[in-house]
Every structure is written in C-alpha cells, then in structure tokens.
C-alpha cells in the first residue's frame, strides 16, 4: 500500500498559530430536509485553515510578490509535486531544551543532514525532493509531531540543498521550516523558496527511511500562498507492479 503522509483533518484539531479551529463545516444542503425547493442532498461549506494541516507553501507565504501556488501549475513547473524523493529519518534525540519555555528544538547541521540521505539512500545523493523527520519524533494520535519539537535545517544544511539545480521540494513533519521565536525574519523559508516549495504538517511517523516516488498536488487555489495537500508516497515494486497492468 502507498503511504498517505497527510494526517487526518479533524474538527477538533488544534489551532497550531493561533487561528482558530483548522476545520469547520457549514451545511448548505440537508438531506434530511422536506423543503420541495431544496435538492435532496446533504452538500457542506468545508472551512480550512491551511496552516494546522498539512500543507505546501509558495514563495508568496514569505516573500512580497513571490510566485503562488498556482504559479507551480504551469508545464514548467509542475514537476516540483511529483517526482523521486528521499525520506531522511535522523536517529536518537538531539531536541534541545529552550530556556524558559516547553519547546524543544533540533537544528540539523549539514553533517547530520548528509549522513541522513547516505542512510535512507544507500550511497551519496544530491536530491531534488526531501521530507525531513525524526526517529522518533513526538507525535499525536494521528501521526503529526508535537507542534513543542520544532525540527528546522540549519543554514548551512538549507543552502546545501538549494545549491542542487534540480532541487525544488522540501517537507517536514514539524509544523514550520523555521523556528524564529520572538523574530520576524523566516531565513529557511527564504533559502529554500529559492528552487521551490515546502511542505509542513506532515505524518511521517509510519515511514521508513529510503527512496520513493512523491505525488503530492496541492488544492490549485488561484493565487494563493500556500494550499492544503495530501501527498502519498510509492515504493518502487509498487510502482512497478502496477506499471505491469497497464
């Protein structure tokens, strides 16, 4: 089976930035209804706030008139949702505590990032693709990390990533690409909106380390900053099983 990385969208979610409940419905038709005028379907308003759910971010989220979701719709383009990537689980517990707060933080240097897609990949790898976690992470009923381990490339590791030609997606089960308290500069965010998108929110915590095929398109919500999205990730004998069908 494929792994669906999106972790279920619930009505009692947690808000994660403040923003109220990520999801709520509005009926708009109700099939219990008796009304002759009104069709006899139950159809709802589907509220989402993209942000407490997994999701893909464009430049725009970050940068003033940088390219949209629907920017990476193009011919061009709309490779950076699908394609072959690379799952880097990094091993043990480097979250460090942050004084006078609960939250916890691991900023993987280059060093630990390297090591990581020599693991998962078997050899030396210059990605264009990359989801990031941690074995193991903090995590909730439904696979998605505490919001209180923030997880974030460093610099160093952010701008080795960018330097590859084709590198154009990078994802995270923590809930961001920075961790800037207090701050309102977004620095990882900047680096790797560079050669494309990121992906944050998501449930890795089933997923082996290793190589597969990512489809991941987002909602095309026309000129929107970021959108929600429910990647799946295809192992290679999968995908070549059902290539032997067609």
């Known amino acids: 089976m494929p792994y669906i990385i999106a972790p279920m969208i619930r009505k009692n979610a947690p808000a994660l930035w403040g923003e109220g409940t990520p999801y709520e419905t509005q009926v708009i038709y109700d099939i219990a209804s008796d009304d002759p005028k009104k069709p006899p379907v139950h159809y709802e308003a589907h509220i989402l706030k993209p942000h407490s759910i997994a999701h893909i971010d464009a430049p725009a ?19 950076t949702f699908f394609g072959p990537i690379v799952v880097v689980k990094l091993k043990g517990n480097h979250y460090q505590p942050i004084s006078g707060t609960p939250n916890f933080h691991w900023e993987v240097s280059l060093s630990q990032l390297k090591q990581g897609i020599q ?11 990359l989801l990031l976690t941690t074995d193991p992470y903090p995590g909730n009923g439904d696979g998605q990390q505490d919001p209180a381990y923030a997880l ?39 680096i790797l909106f560079e050669k494309g998108v990121v992906c944050e929110c998501l449930a890795l915590k089933e997923v082996p380390a290793g190589q597969y095929l990512l489809v991941g398109f987002p909602l095309p919500l026309e000129n929107s900053s ?12 999968e995908l070549e099983k059902f290539i032997s069908q067609i």
């Open 152 to 190: 974030t490339l460093s610099i160093e590791a952010a701008n080795w990533l960018a330097s590859f030609s084709k590198f154009n997606f990078y994802g995270t089960s923590w809930k961001s690409t920075d961790f800037q308290p207090g701050r309102r500069e977004r620095p990882i965010h900047q």
């Open 61 to 79: 989220h970050t940068i003033k008139n940088g390219a949209k979701i629907t920017d990476f719709f193009s011919a061009e383009k709309s490779g």
């Open 119 to 129: 693991e998962a990949a078997g050899k030396d790898l210059r990605p264009e693709k």
């Open 226 to 237: 970021e959108s929600p999205v429910c990647p799946v990730l295809f192992e290679k004998d």
